[in-house]
């Protein structure tokens, strides 16, 4: 999926506040001490990402999803609860629920 597809999913998840449905999207996730990530899915309500960042459930996190095309940065920059971790091995599974999010065309 090009990138350009993720940014069209997101806005129009946003806009019509569909809780069901998450999408099944490869995105970068930049997390808080520069610490990276990639997510799994996502909705309008929160998302699942995978990181080598340790979270515990009801933590408080901020991060932002890269949804930049050439030439053009764009974000969606969010905070919310953990409600989940799983482990992954060698990386935590974290599920997320937005408290707030807003989508900026710059970092």
Same mark, same amino acid.
């Given at each position: 999926?090009?990138?350009?597809?993720?940014?069209?999913?997101?806005?129009?998840?946003?806009?019509?506040?569909?809780?069901?449905?998450?999408?099944q999207l490869?995105?970068?996730?930049?997390? $808080? /001490?520069?610490?990276?990530?990639? &997510?799994?899915?996502? %909705? =309008?309500? #929160?998302?699942? *990402?995978?990181?080598?960042?340790?979270?515990? $459930? /009801?933590s408080q996190?901020?991060? &932002?999803?890269?949804? %930049? =095309?050439? #030439?053009?940065? *764009?974000?969606?920059?969010?905070?919310?609860?953990?409600?989940?971790?799983k482990d992954?091995?060698?990386?935590?599974?974290?599920?997320?629920?937005?408290?707030?999010?807003?989508?900026?065309?710059?970092?």
């Amino acid at each position: 999926m090009y990138c350009h597809d993720a940014i069209l999913i997101i806005i129009t998840m946003l806009s019509e506040k569909r809780f069901e449905n998450r999408e099944q999207l490869v995105l970068p996730v930049v997390l $808080p /001490g520069g610490m990276m990530g990639k &997510t799994h899915n996502i %909705s =309008t309500t #929160g998302l699942f *990402f995978e990181t080598e960042s340790a979270y515990q $459930p /009801g933590s408080q996190i901020d991060l &932002t999803i890269d949804l %930049s =095309t050439v #030439g053009r940065p *764009f974000f969606l920059k969010a905070s919310g609860e953990v409600l989940r971790t799983k482990d992954l091995g060698e990386r935590m599974g974290v599920a997320v629920k937005f408290s707030k999010s807003r989508l900026q065309a710059n970092s």
